[in-house]
């Protein structure tokens, strides 16, 4: 509304500055052979004046954000329109340039997951190619540790195929949640029973520790089991031989906190929140092979989400363990 108001103030400005030229004639020169021609002159002068201002307010912005847009549907996102005197034209270019800075950094970011796929396909493909052709040249020996080998590249290769379609589903909020009441519990309890011999074989202490006072949550219980695994995991990717890792749970405004506290590598700021991105890795110069696929997080967050719930990390610093927690509200449906 005040884009056109501005359009029809510069109309009536054009009209008033005619009339106040023709009183001027009216008052001086009346009747004389120049009256008509400054008439004239002032009409088409005033009409000039209003298409150049009108060119240089409105039409010229415009046709820069048109231009502009034409260059990001062709896939150019690193322009961005300068700002404008024009109060609303400034507000619209300026929320352009937010738009195709926003395009810009996801298409970053997909350019970044598509590498980051192909590097983690990749690396056991290779070594599943190595060992085939090792058995063919007869240079590896048919043993059932090459198959078990074989074996776990394989394993791995579905375990990251299965995350991914997760994190395609959970990102399009193409899955339905299946909520009944459960308790926390006994689910933590579950988690954490089922979790031990991995905990044992590298040297790290698993325990949980859970409120008396813990009612029944309505959660789907499939969901809330892949967020729990996920981030028990990643602590104890995190946590060297001798550490310990805690999972915690209390009810209060009506919600569940969950917590899963560990005593690893830890975390400086700036990784707080970049560790549920995909893909992200804290230690630049771990393998992969050792590190996970950095999905697990991500994964988490979305299902989190989902629940209507809110997931964050804290962190003393580097060598200061992490501790990650997530919500549950009580919800009716």
Do not use: C
């Amino acid at each position: 509304m005040n884009f056109f108001r501005r359009i029809e103030w510069l109309i009536v400005m054009s009209y008033f500055l005619i009339v106040i030229v023709e009183i001027i004639v009216l008052r001086n020169i009346s009747g004389s052979p120049e009256a008509n021609v400054i008439r004239y002159l002032t009409f088409f002068g005033v009409v000039l004046l209003s298409f150049v201002v009108v060119r240089q307010q409105i039409v010229k912005p415009i046709q820069e954000m048109r231009a502009a847009s034409l260059q990001v549907a062709e896939g150019e996102y690193g322009n961005r329109l300068p700002s404008y005197n024009n109060i609303e034209l400034n507000a619209l270019a300026q929320t352009f340039n937010v738009m195709t800075a926003t395009i810009e950094q996801s298409e970053q970011r997909r350019v970044e997951l598509i590498g980051d796929v192909a590097h983690e396909l990749r690396t056991p493909l290779n070594n599943i190619k190595i060992t085939l052709e090792g058995l063919i040249d007869e240079v590896i020996s048919a043993e059932s540790t090459t198959f078990f080998d074989m074996q776990r590249e394989i394993s791995r290769l579905q375990r990251l195929i299965s995350q991914l379609e997760i994190l395609s589903r959970a990102e399009s909020d193409q899955f339905t949640l299946q909520k009944q009441l459960a308790s926390l519990e006994t689910l933590l309890h579950t988690i954490v029973e089922r979790l031990a011999i991995q905990f044992e074989d590298k040297g790290v202490t698993l325990a949980v520790e859970i409120s008396a006072d813990l009612p029944l949550i309505r959660f789907d219980r499939d969901r809330i089991t892949q967020v729990v695994i996920n981030i028990v995991g990643n602590a104890l990717q995190h946590t060297p031989e001798g550490g310990r890792v805690v999972v915690s749970a209390e009810y209060a405004a009506n919600e569940a906190t969950i917590t899963v506290q560990d005593s690893g590598i830890g975390l400086a700021p700036a990784d707080l929140t970049r560790i549920f991105e995909r893909f992200y890795r804290v230690d630049k110069s771990r393998q992969r092979s050792s590190g996970g696929n950095g999905i697990g997080l991500t994964i988490a967050k979305h299902l989190v989400q989902a629940h209507g719930g809110r997931i964050w990390a804290t962190s003393l610093g580097p060598s200061q363990g992490t501790t990650i927690r997530f919500t549950l509200p009580q919800s009716t449906s």
